[in-house]
């Protein structure tokens, strides 16, 4: 079964830096960083192909987020730089085992497990 959990959530001043981390267990061809913050939808930010770890990033978050994955250890991360207040948002991983079109590298359609999610807080 496959299941994904977060770590790493927490308050952080405005320029400033967050790590989380997505622990997987089992197959999967994607998984997906999404957020949402209150009264929004959900958004994909940034996700990783599995097998040859290409990256891909919404354009809210390019050049200030990085994604990345050790597969050795399950593990996908996201490396947030810069952030905003505007970023504030529950973070949540999901995975993907089937492949999909690159159009659908950020979209929720599809997904085969989320996380239970981590809170990040951007203070101004």
């Known amino acids: 079964q496959l299941q994904l959990v977060e770590s790493g959530g927490g308050l952080v001043h405005s320029g400033g830096s967050l790590t989380l981390s997505c622990a997987v267990s089992?197959?999967?061809?994607?998984v997906i960083w999404f957020r949402q913050a209150p009264g929004k939808g959900r958004e994909g930010v940034a996700s990783?192909?599995?097998?040859?770890?290409?990256?891909y990033y919404a354009d809210t978050v390019k050049g200030r987020f990085t994604i990345s994955r050790d597969n050795a250890k399950n593990m996908v991360y996201l490396q947030m730089d810069s952030l905003k207040p505007e970023d504030t948002a529950v973070y949540y991983c999901?995975?993907?085992?089937?492949?999909?079109?690159?159009?659908?590298?950020?979209?929720?359609?599809?997904?085969?497990?989320w996380g239970q999610g981590t809170q990040v807080t951007v203070s101004s």
């Open positions: 999901a995975a993907d085992r089937t492949p999909r079109p690159p159009h659908h590298f950020l979209s929720p359609t599809g997904i085969d497990a």
């Open positions: 089992g197959f999967t061809f994607i």
């Open positions: 990783i192909i599995t097998g040859d770890g290409k990256a």
